[in-house]
């Protein structure tokens, strides 16, 4: 790695590691800067869906990765004050992965690392944090960054943002996303599961509240949604109160809820729905959630951020060959990935708007809308949720592989 490399990713989340990975595998050189010093972070999200599943198949990791400790969920359930329903039906999906897999986010990304670090052109640089951006004659020509040896500078003819939400990058091009608004928030915790609970994931549905329980087999993982910047009024009635809360709508939880200690027990996310107008200026590209933060309603981030590494890896990796992306190439990739993005956004706000803002308003009996009573009764028409989230509005098929491992 004595050259520069073809590509300089900020960022060692999934989208930033898929893109690595694929770009490397294409025969390109890429230099990851990753400002922790391992991927080992709680309350991530960890979906592998379909789609991700497909993509590792086809570039021989599928094997490896479901050889690591991983929770199949074939189904989505919805419970209210009338009943259980099935939202998205996963074993609808075609083989051969008609489930989603839940596994430690820092499981998958270590798999790519050590999948990246078998092609020479792979550089991943933990604990370096990017810095600031440089530039020559108005574009982006790398990257500034502060890691274990002090100040370092990655030049790249591509730099791209997989930096997240709270982008650098996007911070230092002056890029400021529309922001949609969500009426929630998001409270993570764990509380112990038995062998007889409900397997799978289960939304649990009451007056006022709602909570989603992720199964990871020997506890849930669970987001208990709560008002827009109510986390400081939910402290204020203290843990008791909240537990209570817990309680009322996921009532066989109540007598294992003293697993929640304290309140560094339980993260706060806050939930936004953004989008940037344009993901790109000269030099430098954005994906995943630099370019388009996501609700977590359907879980679907991730996917997304994935696809948008595919996509950018088969549409850049000519032109990256070439020595020459210019800002039309760039296009390309927004283009392409854009319609997706807005129409999994417009259902997440009408869903929250429809759904959500009215539910933490209420304190009455909260039954099943109507049309998930009508997928109860057409239970075929619960693979089309389940087609959504698992496999996205549009798959995208990698780079072919032209390098040699080392």
């Given at each position: 790695?004595?050259?520069?490399?073809?590509?300089?990713?900020?960022?060692?989340?999934?989208?930033?590691?898929?893109?690595?990975?694929?770009?490397?595998?294409?025969?390109?050189?890429?230099?990851?800067?990753?400002?922790?010093?391992?991927?080992?972070?709680?309350?991530?999200?960890?979906?592998?869906?379909?789609?991700?599943?497909?993509?590792?198949?086809?570039?021989?990791?599928?094997?490896?990765?479901?050889?690591?400790?991983?929770?199949?969920?074939?189904?989505?359930?919805?419970?209210?004050?009338?009943?259980?329903?099935?939202?998205?039906?996963?074993?609808?999906?075609?083989?051969?992965?008609?489930?989603?897999?839940?596994?430690?986010?820092?499981?998958?990304?270590?798999?790519?690392?050590?999948?990246?670090?078998?092609?020479?052109?792979?550089?991943?640089?933990?604990?370096?944090?990017?810095?600031?951006?440089?530039?020559?004659?108005?574009?982006?020509?790398?990257?500034?960054?502060?890691?274990?040896?002090?100040?370092?500078?990655?030049?790249?003819?591509?730099?791209?943002?997989?930096?997240?939400?709270?982008?650098?990058?996007?911070?230092?091009?002056?890029?400021?996303?529309?922001?949609?608004?969500?009426?929630?928030?998001?409270?993570?915790?764990?509380?112990?599961?038995?062998?007889?609970?409900?397997?799978?994931?289960?939304?649990?549905?009451?007056?006022?509240?709602?909570?989603?329980?992720?199964?990871?087999?020997?506890?849930?993982?669970?987001?208990?949604?709560?008002?827009?910047?109510?986390?400081?009024?939910?402290?204020?009635?203290?843990?008791?109160?909240?537990?209570?809360?817990?309680?009322?709508?996921?009532?066989?939880?109540?007598?294992?809820?003293d697993a929640i200690a304290d309140w560094s027990d339980v993260k706060v996310l806050t939930v936004t729905i953004?989008?940037?107008?344009?993901?790109?200026?000269?030099?430098?590209?954005?994906?995943?959630?630099?370019?388009?933060?996501?609700?977590?309603?359907?879980?679907?981030?991730?996917?997304?951020?994935?696809?948008?590494?595919?996509?950018?890896?088969?549409?850049?990796?000519?032109?990256?060959?070439?020595?020459?992306?210019?800002?039309?190439?760039?296009?390309?990739?927004?283009?392409?990935?854009?319609?997706?993005?807005?129409?999994?956004?417009?259902?997440?706000?009408?869903?929250?708007?429809?759904?959500?803002?009215?539910?933490?308003?209420?304190?009455?009996?909260?039954?099943?809308?109507?049309?998930?009573?009508?997928?109860?009764?057409?239970?075929?028409?619960?693979?089309?949720?389940?087609?959504?989230?698992?496999?996205?509005?549009?798959?995208?098929?990698?780079?072919?592989?032209?390098?040699?491992?080392?």
């Amino acid at each position: 790695m004595d050259r520069d490399p073809d590509v300089c990713v900020v960022g060692g989340g999934p989208a930033g590691m898929v893109l690595a990975l694929l770009l490397v595998r294409a025969g390109l050189r890429v230099t990851v800067l990753e400002k922790h010093a391992d991927f080992l972070r709680d309350f991530r999200g960890d979906t592998v869906h379909a789609s991700t599943l497909d993509l590792m198949d086809a570039i021989g990791l599928g094997d490896r990765l479901l050889a690591l400790p991983h929770r199949k969920v074939t189904a989505l359930r919805a419970t209210f004050d009338d009943g259980t329903f099935v939202l998205a039906d996963f074993g609808r999906l075609p083989p051969p992965h008609p489930y989603l897999a839940f596994l430690p986010q820092w499981d998958f990304l270590n798999l790519l690392a050590s999948a990246g670090a078998d092609y020479p052109g792979f550089r991943l640089l933990t604990s370096t944090a990017a810095t600031g951006l440089v530039r020559e004659g108005g574009r982006v020509v790398g990257v500034r960054a502060t890691g274990p040896d002090g100040e370092l500078t990655v030049r790249a003819a591509l730099t791209v943002a997989a930096d997240g939400r709270g982008s650098l990058v996007r911070e230092q091009l002056g890029l400021v996303p529309r922001d949609f608004g969500a009426p929630m928030d998001v409270l993570w915790f764990r509380v112990p599961r038995e062998d007889s609970d409900p397997e799978g994931l289960d939304m649990r549905i009451g007056p006022g509240q709602l909570a989603i329980l992720i199964d990871r087999g020997s506890y849930y993982q669970i987001a208990y949604v709560i008002a827009k910047g109510g986390h400081a009024a939910v402290v204020a009635r203290g843990l008791p109160a909240f537990r209570d809360g817990v309680a009322r709508v996921a009532p066989f939880l109540a007598d294992r809820l003293d697993a929640i200690a304290d309140w560094s027990d339980v993260k706060v996310l806050t939930v936004t729905i953004n989008r940037l107008r344009r993901w790109y200026q000269p030099g430098v590209l954005l994906i995943g959630d630099a370019a388009h933060a996501m609700s977590p309603i359907g879980g679907v981030g991730i996917n997304l951020a994935v696809q948008d590494a595919v996509a950018a890896a088969r549409l850049l990796a000519p032109a990256l060959r070439a020595g020459r992306v210019t800002g039309a190439d760039l296009a390309r990739v927004q283009r392409r990935r854009q319609w997706p993005t807005a129409v999994v956004q417009f259902g997440q706000r009408m869903v929250q708007t429809q759904f959500v803002g009215r539910l933490l308003g209420t304190d009455r009996p909260v039954r099943a809308p109507r049309p998930l009573r009508l997928l109860g009764r057409f239970p075929f028409l619960q693979g089309i949720p389940a087609r959504v989230v698992g496999r996205g509005l549009r798959r995208e098929q990698p780079p072919p592989a032209g390098a040699a491992r080392r």
